[in-house]
């Protein structure tokens, strides 16, 4: 199993531009979200889906867009890059949302600079 | 709107030592408190996960308590190794706001 899958790893954009930062599961998980992690800031939620076609915001969703067309895929648009979307982004799946004894698994981080 | 605070933010100890980290959080009507460890350049990885039934988990030298009516849960590492060295965090599900929300983690060295 390859588990969460991210591309790319690294990427640098300028101001105004967009690009999609691709995630993928394998493990046939319902629950698949997006997080961006920023110093002294922990990590944030930006958007999640609990299956495919059913995506929801989370804490800071303003300027990123998501779909959930397969249940292997969620990947996560920025529409017109700033510099303050420069973060880490993480990726996450669990089988089903909230269910018992539920593992979250973790992607291994797609790094954004926007300048 | 849950809050969720890691103290110390970080943490430096000798190899052998045990130890505990805190992690408190405002809204008690949560689903589960969960802990994960995370490397340096890496994702996060699971370790432990309570639901708001049980008082506490364990596994390996890990050990996590969760007290609901006070706000609190603790990570406890028993005979700390240099191999432990990462951040914590921790993260509770639930409460008005519905959603995961982390902590801002607590970086942990243990010195050989």
């Known amino acids: 199993n390859a588990g969460v899958t991210q591309t790319p790893k690294f990427q640098v954009l300028k101001t105004g531009q967009s690009m999609t930062l691709q995630c993928a599961q394998d493990?046939?998980?319902?629950?698949m979200s997006w997080y961006r992690q920023d110093p002294g800031m922990g990590l944030r939620l930006i958007h999640y889906?609990?299956?495919?076609?059913?995506?929801d915001q989370g804490e800071v969703p303003n300027g990123y867009n998501v779909s959930r067309s397969t249940t292997e895929d969620f990947p996560l648009r920025l529409l017109s890059a700033a510099p303050s979307q420069t973060s880490v982004y993480f990726c996450?799946?669990?089988?089903?949302?909230?269910?018992?004894?539920?593992?979250?698994?973790f992607g291994e981080g797609s790094w954004l600079t926007v300048v | 709107k849950q809050e969720v605070t890691q103290i110390p933010a970080a943490l430096s100890v000798p190899e052998g030592e045990n130890l505990v980290l805190n992690c408190s959080f405002t809204d008690s009507a949560i689903y589960n408190l969960q802990w994960f460890r995370q490397d340096p350049g890496k994702g996060l990885t699971s370790l432990l996960l309570?639901?708001?039934?049980?008082r506490e988990q364990t596994s390996g030298r890990l050990n996590a308590s969760l007290d609901k009516s006070s706000g609190r849960s603790t990570l406890y590492i028993a005979a700390s190794q240099p191999g432990d060295s990462a951040t914590y965090l921790c993260a509770a599900d639930g409460g008005a706001t519905n959603k995961l929300i982390f902590g801002t983690g607590t970086l942990l060295a243990v010195q050989p």
């Open positions: 996450a799946s669990s089988l089903r949302f909230r269910s018992s004894g539920n593992t979250i698994y």
């Open positions: 309570i639901q708001s039934s049980q």
């Open positions: 493990m046939n998980h319902e629950y």
């Open positions: 889906s609990v299956g495919a076609g059913i995506t």
